[in-house]
């Protein structure tokens, strides 16, 4: 298979430099041709002003048409080998490949291997997706063949042939004719099929995967009777273009022209035949068409417009409004910020005088200067908001877009700056278009408080202010004030504005103003404070919920940490819909969720759970992260559109076979032999636990943490508890004067067949061995007891051989080279002693950015 890959791309790479200078001279061409046409281009822009906006609606149409087209043909190239997928995922998929095919050096056949997983996602294989995109690519150059044929006659026969086409149609047949001999050869097994086997023999296993559910004939016509239909689509985007800027569309001409256009795109793939389809299309117009050279490019533009352009625009929305993107959360942020800077800078900067002059006949200049003055509040108030509505407030996104609105408006009334205005405009579109992003609540008996208590000041400053303005000597402002002055001044002074530009003459007045300011931020800021500050979730948990969550376990069970999900640091929500909960903990507006469901082991009935889950997290103003899921799990937190990264893997010990026999133990066995010399014994005690034994514990517990300078952990594990572990089997290693050297305890497994350990500590002097001694007796036990397996727990960070994307690899990095983790190692390397089976363990999330908080969330959730 490596060998086969590595000739095609030796194959393909030679093709690529071709195209590139192939692509790179019509580029140079098509501006040599704008530079000598120059003076009859210049009035393109008229022409197209002048087009007719309804025939421009309807190339618009057309173009969704064509887009939705374009996904049922690739629904039906996937019918054809046997598989099936949406058509949304058609739509995505055909969106993202034809805008990378822009900057890939083979253009559209190159883009075809990409963008595969959400595909594989639905359980189709990697194979049946390359060859079903094959047929798509395939289909798409035969279609372009098929409907040449008549036009290319036609040109013959009226001799009215143009310079290159013939040889691009020859070329295209020769193609089509090499790649249809390949294809048949495939299906029949024949030449090209043996010297694809002789090359990589692993090829045949893909292929008998492929044809097991047989190659559908009738799905492959209905796939080329759509593409058809998008040739003909094109024509038709060639005389609505001539229809839109006034002319009698002709069907003779849109069809050669796009023909001739579609061809130089096959032959010159790079930046999707950017400058030879211009120049060629608008040639042929000029010299065949019967258009002059103006309103042959004019016509050429909006044709591009139609058939590439707008799905280039809506190719690059599918990628920023993919759900679970960055991108999301951070753009809206980053463009509030800009827009909070902008404002600054406008206000800082002189305005246009001419502006100002045309302004003032239809304001009077104290509003001028009030607007400059609160469009830099706004400004402040907007880079301010921009920190909070990249954490997800939902008031800060309310916020961001009142903001925006006023900030629209302040540009407008403080010197017609319309610039800046269709800037606000912009992120105000940015908002709403991503308002789904903003959903975490704030704190609302917080904002009751908080505004109460804003009103409480403004009363009392309201009263202070009037009163001080209407008793106010003269000598302080000059300004005798009148009942109405004072509470115009109270009021204008409390938000800060000053629009009767008080000047104060003496210290008592300068004061007075300040301390009016004063309370006017303070109340502001209370206010702003209350209405962005985060919601945290506070319940306690009542004696029924807990007892309803253990029967569940009881009944549910089957994971070794469901024990920790009925923990004193759980919560719970339970399904209305199902009988079945999920535990979970909130830190920093994640509820960080241990594992999954605990239900009927049922798909449907976990997906359903896990959707309440999700909707109440959505009322709450939370986001649900799960943590330490099953790699059995994924596909169900795949049907909710979820990401998930590897943690760790667990260790599962086979007790059936584990033996301290053979060579590979004899380490283990002279640990034990070296234990039993030295009067070191084993010692099992079984519940309920005596309170001595209870302090002996207590003691190693408190020294190996201070040893290690660690600190009790929970969530998904457990920590030093009396009461606890009074109730559950211990096993300790001795000295000959009975003092407890090492430990561990063992705790419910609801895993079938399974038991599972928790604390494992020991003090500064225990012997060496002493933790491999401790396992190889909790192993005698286990098999004395009749389990079959013994869950050793998680090793953290370990076990990513091959990274998926960023996130994996970072993990890798840190847990192979970065010193910090290295304990990790040491875990990773005493569990691998006792040769267990590794399972994968998952963090489940929403989008990339939750990966920059969840660490965090995640540390706090850990800790008691």
């Not at 002003?49 to 309804?54: I, K, L, T």
């Not at 309201?462 to 300004?479: A, E, M, N, R, S």
């Not at 948990?541 to 069970?557: F, M, P, R, T």
Request: proline share 3%; aromatic share 16%.
């Amino acid at each position: 298979m490596l060998k086969m890959k590595s000739y095609q791309l030796n194959l393909k790479n030679k093709n690529y430099y071709f195209k590139e200078i192939l692509g790179f001279l019509f580029l140079l061409f098509a501006v040599y041709f704008i530079r000598h046409q120059s003076y009859e281009l210049k009035h393109i822009g008229s022409v197209l002003r002048g087009s007719e906006f309804n025939w421009i609606l309807i190339g618009l149409a057309v173009t969704l048409l064509y887009i939705a087209t374009q996904a049922y043909m690739y629904v039906y190239s996937f019918r054809t080998v046997g598989a099936k997928i949406r058509l949304w995922d058609g739509v995505k998929l055909f969106l993202k490949r034809n805008l990378i095919s822009v900057f890939l050096p083979g253009g559209g056949v190159t883009s075809l291997a990409f963008f595969t997983k959400e595909i594989e996602q639905q359980h189709i294989s990697k194979s049946r997706i390359n060859f079903a995109s094959y047929i798509y690519g395939f289909v798409g150059i035969f279609t372009v063949f098929v409907v040449a044929i008549p036009v290319m006659l036609w040109l013959i026969i009226t001799n009215q042939q143009f310079a290159g086409e013939m040889w691009a149609f020859g070329s295209v047949g020769v193609l089509i004719i090499i790649l249809g001999w390949a294809t048949w050869s495939l299906l029949k097994r024949g030449l090209i099929f043996r010297l694809v086997i002789r090359l990589s023999p692993e090829i045949e296993l893909v292929w008998n995967e492929i044809m097991a559910d047989k190659f559908s004939y009738k799905a492959f016509i209905q796939t080329v009777l759509i593409s058809l239909l998008i040739e003909f689509m094109g024509i038709a985007h060639l005389m609505i273009a001539m229809a839109a800027i006034g002319k009698v569309p002709s069907f003779e001409a849109a069809a050669v022209g796009y023909i001739i256009a579609t061809l130089f795109l096959i032959i010159s793939p790079f930046l999707r035949g950017m400058g030879a389809i211009e120049l060629s299309l608008t040639l042929f117009l000029k010299q065949y068409g019967g258009f002059n050279i103006t309103e042959a490019a004019a016509i050429t533009l909006l044709y591009r417009l139609f058939e590439f352009w707008l799905p280039l625009v809506a190719g690059i929305f599918s990628f920023i409004f993919n759900k679970g993107n960055i991108f999301l959360r951070i753009f809206p942020a980053v463009l509030l910020f800009g827009l909070g800077m902008v404002n600054i800078i406008s206000v800082s900067t002189p305005a246009i005088k001419s502006r100002v002059k045309l302004l003032s006949e239809f304001f009077p200049i104290q509003t001028i200067y009030i607007s400059n003055f609160l469009v830099l509040i706004i400004g402040i108030l907007l880079i301010i908001t921009s920190a909070f509505l990249i954490r997800g407030l939902r008031n800060a996104w309310y916020f961001a877009l009142g903001l925006c609105m006023f900030s629209l408006v302040g540009h407008i009334t403080k010197a017609f700056d319309y610039e800046e205005s269709l800037i606000a405009l912009f992120v105000m579109i940015a908002l709403l278009l991503t308002q789904r992003q903003y959903y975490i609540r704030t704190n609302r008996n917080l904002q009751s408080l908080s505004l109460g208590a804003a009103l409480w000041i403004f009363a009392a400053v309201t009263i202070y202010g009037i009163v001080g303005f209407y008793y106010l000597d003269k000598q302080h402002f000059d300004i005798d004030f009148s009942l109405a002055a004072s509470v115009r001044s109270t009021f204008d002074n409390f938000i800060l504005l000053n629009s009767a530009g008080l000047i104060p003459h003496t210290r008592f007045a300068r004061s007075f103003l300040y301390s009016i300011n004063l309370f006017g931020v303070a109340a502001i800021a209370l206010v702003f404070y209350a209405f962005i500050k985060p919601y945290f979730l506070e319940r306690e948990i009542d004696e029924s919920e807990l007892n309803n969550a253990n029967k569940l376990l009881e009944k549910y069970g089957n994971s070794p940490v469901d024990y920790f999900k009925t923990y004193a640091d759980k919560l719970f929500f339970f399904s209305e819909e199902h009988e079945g909960f999920l535990a979970y903990r909130v830190a920093n507006n994640f509820a960080i969720v241990l594992e999954e469901p605990v239900c009927e082991d049922n798909m449907s009935v976990k997906s359903d759970i896990l959707r309440e889950f999700e909707r109440f997290c959505q009322q709450q103003g939370i986001k649900p992260a799960y943590y330490r899921v099953d790699s059995l799990s994924l596909d169900l937190f795949g049907y909710l559109g979820k990401k998930w990264m590897v943690i760790g893997q667990e260790a599962i010990l086979d007790l059936n076979t584990f033996s301290l026999e053979g060579k590979d133990r004899k380490s283990m066995r002279n640990a034990v032999n070296s234990m039993q010399k030295k009067g070191f014994i084993t010692k099992i005690y079984e519940a309920p636990i005596k309170e001595g034994l209870l302090q002996k514990l207590k003691l190693v517990s408190d020294e190996w943490l201070k040893s290690m300078d660690r600190e009790e952990l929970v969530f998904s594990q457990g920590m030093f508890d009396w009461d606890q572990l009074k109730h559950q089997p211990i096993i300790t290693l001795e000295n000959d004067d009975e003092k407890v050297l090492a430990f561990l305890n063992v705790i419910p497994d609801y895993a079938p067949g399974e038991a599972t350990y928790d604390l494992i500590r020991k003090t500064a002097d225990a012997p060496g061995g002493n933790m491999d001694v401790l396992i190889i007796e909790l192993i005698n036990y286990c098999k004395g007891k009749g389990y079959q397996y013994l869950n050793m727990g998680l090793a953290p960070m370990s076990g990513i051989e091959k990274a998926r994307d960023l996130p994996e690899r970072t993990i890798k990095f840190a847990y192979e080279k970065i010193q910090q983790f290295r304990h990790y190692r040491g875990l990773r390397d005493f569990k691998e002693k006792f040769d267990p089976l590794w399972r994968n363990k998952y963090l489940v999330y929403e989008n990339s950015y939750d990966l920059l908080q969840l660490p965090m969330a995640i540390s706090k959730v850990m800790k008691p």
